[in-house]
């Protein structure tokens, strides 16, 4: 080694870092660090090609001109309500400055061993501070505190400004959420003391597999980070998701029906036909066997169809909701038809896909046969969009119409788009929880069926995807009274029908007091049942492992809050309170097997469109 060299080694062994109190230090090996500091270069470079070679291709596409453009305009409207009075500004920075005063003071008696209490007020619970360094280390624990002050003013910020209209208000509410999310302390290595040390005993290891890992992240969402939430390579559908047994009966352009094989002697005669969203696929009912709703009701003595949707491309662009219906539930009803001989049905529709079928039950009111489905079941569905939750957050002129020019360029909106969207609604849950595992703490997240499957996103059709979020979201016309489908304006009024409403008690997609207030709209009796957790737990809630209660109370009148007050709390799962009721009266005849009725069945389940990726 030449003298030049050993004076470059010792002077970066002298710049190596300081044992910090709770951070262990490994002995330092130079040409470990350069070689990892190589692959960290290298990832690196092979992230920023990713970028901009799926700019150069056309592959990156924005949602909006200028995502950063609304944040802007909305958070300046915060800021323009502040500054206009300055001593209110004043006024409230001397609650902040107080905060930090404390906190200070607080710091100081630690640093000293004394006992103190925090500064300001903490969650019962929060996963990124779970280490306990958050709370024994006077550095960590400032950083923390001051995280907690900054995030709690911020909010005040918005709350607390008038004269702001009802919806940017919220939207300044939902982009400052975003932001504190994003700016944590616990998203960064040098604040973060469990990366800090893991950075510390891997000599930087860690930082170089999640580089390799951000670099095929963007390689494979094409200029923007798909963020990867499990194991992609340990599940298939058809293999170990999605493996009730069953066949494809009936196939068109937009859908293929299945029919399950019984798994029971004998049936009910009134087979069920079961909409999913589009939005996703249908499988999250048929994830395993342990888990599956459907197998669950083929083993009651239902025989089931099932809705698998198309993802759709280019081809799709101009098919609107009047398509999806006649192509949808409608074709489906005289395929059972058909099959079974049973000129009724009962149907279970799910989120966007309930939204459908309660449409098409009002436009089958006005026909002449208003009861070929004599029973209906949703599941976290919304009729009434007034209560709809943080997704009217999305929801402007400005943003539609942005929506709708990005898809008249390609025909559809592409499935990731709308899964960065419900992301977005739990950011710390579902995106920086992963980010920080994934490309700081260099780790591979475990399988998970569910994640999976939420992964698994499907296109939105451009007419289909227009038409849904304009009258619903927007205008809210088929609770109006207003909505136009084939040819008809839609009354729910006019559906006389049992319904089955279940709800879900913390569901931030389809808010549970919206589902209530639904409920009202339609002119038949209305069974409402709430579940506990949210808009996939509340309804995957099996009975051989079920995780939450569920709650009825009666009649749907008067406030929602007053129905909580007084339902009745049962431990389990709803299922089978559903199945009684849809069940009730009903008779029993020969199992049904799928090509009984002499036609050729199409393919085996799941089929062959739900294997198509978006």
């Not at 905060?99 to 100081?108: H, K, Q």
């Not at 920080?436 to 999976?452: A, C, I, R």
């Not at 002119?523 to 996939?536: E, F, L």
């Amino acid at each position: 080694m030449s003298d030049k060299e050993r004076d470059a080694k010792a002077k970066v062994a002298e710049a190596a870092p300081e044992a910090t109190p709770g951070i262990p230090q490994p002995p330092f090996d130079l040409e470990k660090l350069g070689a990892i500091s190589t692959d960290i270069l290298a990832e690196s470079s092979k992230v920023g090609a990713a970028y901009i070679g799926a700019i150069e291709s056309g592959e990156k596409t924005s949602l909006v001109p200028d995502e950063s453009a609304d944040l802007a305009k909305t958070l300046g409207a915060v800021a323009e309500y502040w500054l206009k009075d300055p001593a209110r500004l004043v006024e409230v920075q001397k609650n902040l400055s107080l905060d930090m005063i404390n906190l200070w003071s607080s710091m100081l008696k630690k640093v000293h061993g004394e006992e103190a209490p925090p500064a300001v007020e903490m969650p019962a619970k929060d996963n990124r501070f779970a280490d306990p360094e958050w709370n024994e280390h006077p550095y960590f624990n400032f950083l923390k505190q001051a995280y907690f002050i900054g995030s709690q003013f911020a909010n005040t910020l918005v709350d607390k400004a008038e004269d702001i209209d009802p919806h940017t208000k919220k939207k300044a509410g939902f982009y400052m959420r975003q932001l504190a999310s994003a700016f944590s302390p616990s998203n960064f290595i040098m604040t973060n003391p469990e990366l800090l040390r893991a950075t510390i005993e891997q000599k930087g290891e860690n930082i170089a597999r999640g580089m390799k890992m951000l670099a095929e992240d963007v390689a494979a969402g094409k200029g923007e980070i798909k963020l990867r939430q499990t194991d992609g390579t340990a599940f298939e559908v058809g293999v170990n998701l999605a493996t009730t047994p069953g066949k494809v009966v009936y196939r068109n352009d937009l859908i293929e029906l299945i029919q399950y094989t019984p798994t029971t002697e004998k049936v009910f005669a009134r087979p069920l036909l079961i909409v999913p969203p589009w939005i996703n696929k249908f499988y999250i009912l048929d994830l395993n066997p342990e888990k599956s709703f459907i197998r669950w009701a083929v083993s009651q003595g239902l025989t089931v169809f099932v809705i698998s949707w198309a993802n759709p491309t280019e081809k799709h662009r101009t098919y609107d909701w009047s398509s999806y219906m006649e192509k949808g539930p409608l074709a489906a009803l005289d395929e059972i038809e058909a099959i079974t001989g049973e000129k009724s049905v009962s149907a279970i529709g799910y989120c966007v896909g309930g939204t459908l079928l309660a449409a098409t039950l009002a436009w089958l009111a006005q026909t002449r046969r208003p009861k070929r489905i004599s029973a209906a079941t949703f599941f976290t569905t919304q009729v009434d969009f007034t209560h709809a939750g943080e997704l009217l957050t999305f929801v402007d002129e400005d943003q539609i119409s942005a929506v709708e020019q990005l898809m008249a360029r390609v025909g559809y909106l592409p499935g990731a788009k709308m899964a960065s969207a419900f992301n977005m609604l739990r950011p710390n849950d579902l995106i920086w929880s992963y980010m920080v595992n994934n490309y700081l703490k260099g780790k591979s997240p475990p399988p998970f069926d569910l994640l999976f499957w939420n992964s698994d996103s499907t296109n939105m059709a451009e007419a289909n995807h227009s038409f849904y979020l304009r009258n619903c979201y927007m205008q809210n016309t088929l609770a109006k009274g207003e909505m136009k489908l084939g040819g008809k304006t839609l009354d729910l009024k006019r559906v006389t029908i049992p319904i089955y409403n279940l709800a879900a008690k913390e569901d931030h997609i389809a808010p549970a007091k919206s589902v209530f207030v639904g409920s009202k709209l339609f002119g038949g009796p209305v069974t409402y049942v709430m579940s506990g957790s949210g808009h996939i737990a509340g309804v995957i809630n099996p009975v051989a492992k079920p995780k939450y209660q569920f709650w009825t109370g009666g009649p749907v009148e008067g406030e929602f809050e007053n129905w909580v007050a007084r339902a009745k709390e049962t431990a389990g799962t709803w299922w089978p309170h559903w199945l009684a009721w849809l069940t009730e009266g009903d008779k029993l005849v020969p199992a049904r097997m799928p090509g009984d009725d002499g036609r050729k069945t199409l393919a085996d389940a799941p089929g062959d469109y739900v294997r198509v990726k978006a």
